[in-house]
Every structure is written in structure tokens, then in C-alpha cells.
């Protein structure tokens, strides 16, 4: 079956550095994707990885390992709006993204 | 701006309601739609996949009789909720695969639709 495991919630203070991990299972890969999502809101695309290795966007990065079936979002120079939920999702050989149930992040001051 | 627009984004409504939601693609046309639920703490779980011209894909457990989804153009797909109840009461999520289909952004999502049944 298709699975996708992340972190339920995680704790960073603001200022610091966060990484939240996403293990994958999936029939065919087309591309990692991560989001963010506040409450009430709709997702937001953050990353994009279809080969492996490191892609940096501000104070956003988000590593592949594609042997490994693993990812995770680098997070750095925390703010208190980061504060919100991280999804990891891939997209199948059907283009169809396969969701994981979502990292909470709190920040506190 | 928005590429994917959702109507209503707020809906509260009486038991035994039927619900439209519209899900516009903007800036391109949409030849597939997705229909997704969102529970409160949970992630998003995808309710059915709608082809323009055909019928839509359901995912088991999606009763295909209660969430009617109709996709006549390249640009619109419909979710009608019919015969509401409470457990209905749900944040309902579209998105449309862009005709790129794979690198940034697959998937352009509307806003939602936070429908309170009481």
C-alpha cells in the first residue's frame, strides 16, 4: 500500500532551526512536495523534489533521498508565523498527490 | 492572484440542505479536478477525482449518491453535499492538476469551503 509517515507535532523556539521528516511508501514517484497549511486555509506549496539532494528558497529547504524513501523541510530563522502545519505529499505514477497526515509546528517565542 | 477560485468559502445550513460548492479554474483549462475533506486536526483526504466529460473517480468510503460532482467544462467541477447532515460539517478543499501535470505547483488549490451543517 501507499503510506506516508511525518511527525505529528513538534516544538521550536523562534529564531532556531527546525527539520520535520517525511518517510514515503508510494507506487511510482513523480516529485516530493511539501506545504504548509494554517488553520482554516487551504495549502500552500513551499517545495518541489523530483531528484535527489538539497533545494534551498530563503529560509526554506527541502532535502530527497529517493533510495531511502525519504524527505525533510529545513526550516530556519524560525518566526512565530511558521507556526502552522507542514504536509508532506508525493505524487504518484497516476499524478495523484498521496497525503501525510500533517506536521503540527508550534513556535514559541 | 488565484489560479483556482472556490465558492462559497462559507456555508451554514440547516440538516437535510443540499450544498453546491464551485471550484473555477482561473488561468488554464482543467481537464482534472480534485475533490478533498478535511477534518479538524486531520490531513486532507481525498474524496473523488473529477475527469471533464466523464464520471468522476470516487475513493472507497465516498458515497458517489451524497457528493455528486459534475465536471461540464475544462474550467468548472461542482461538489454537491445532498441531504446534508452533521457529520457532514467539514472543510471541503478543490484544487486542479495544472496541464503541466508534474514539477512546482501540480495541483493549484482554492480556497476551501467550511461547511457548518446544524
Known amino acids: 500500500g501507499q503510506n506516508i509517515d511525518q511527525p505529528t507535532e513538534m516544538t521550536a523556539t523562534e529564531g532556531a532551526i527546525v527539520q520535520i521528516n517525511c518517510t514515503y511508501q508510494?507506487?511510482?514517484?513523480?516529485?516530493l512536495f511539501w506545504y504548509q497549511q494554517h488553520a482554516g486555509e487551504a495549502p500552500t506549496f513551499l517545495s518541489y523534489?523530483?531528484l535527489d539532494g538539497l533545494e534551498e528558497k530563503g529560509r526554506f529547504s527541502s532535502f530527497l533521498s529517493r533510495s531511502k524513501g525519504y524527505s525533510y523541510l529545513l526550516l530556519k530563522e524560525l518566526q512565530m508565523k511558521d507556526s502552522a502545519s507542514y504536509l508532506c505529499?508525493?505524487?504518484?505514477?497516476?499524478?495523484?498527490?498521496?497525503w501525510g497526515a500533517g506536521t503540527k509546528l508550534i513556535i514559541k517565542p | 492572484g488565484a489560479v483556482v477560485s472556490q465558492h462559497p468559502s462559507w456555508v451554514i445550513c440547516k440538516s437535510g440542505t443540499s450544498v453546491k460548492i464551485e471550484c473555477r479554474s482561473l488561468?488554464?483549462?482543467?481537464?482534472?479536478m480534485f475533490w478533498y475533506r478535511q477534518f479538524p486536526k486531520q490531513s486532507l483526504m481525498l474524496m473523488a477525482t473529477?475527469?471533464?466529460?466523464?464520471?468522476?473517480?470516487?475513493e472507497q468510503g465516498v458515497e458517489k449518491d451524497k457528493f455528486l460532482i459534475n465536471h461540464a467544462s475544462l474550467t468548472l467541477s461542482t461538489l454537491t453535499v445532498t441531504s446534508a447532515h452533521p457529520e457532514d460539517s467539514s472543510f471541503y478543499i478543490c484544487?486542479?492538476?495544472?496541464?503541466?501535470?508534474?514539477?512546482?505547483?501540480?495541483?493549484?488549490f482554492g480556497d476551501g469551503t467550511r461547511l457548518s451543517i446544524l
Open positions: 484544487s486542479a492538476l495544472s496541464p503541466r501535470r508534474t514539477g512546482n505547483q501540480p495541483q493549484h
Open positions: 488561468d488554464f483549462q482543467a481537464t482534472t
Open positions: 473529477s475527469n471533464e466529460g466523464s464520471k468522476a473517480t470516487y
Open positions: 508510494t507506487s511510482g514517484f513523480n516529485g
Open positions: 523534489n523530483v
Open positions: 505529499a508525493v505524487m504518484d505514477s497516476n499524478y495523484q498527490l498521496i
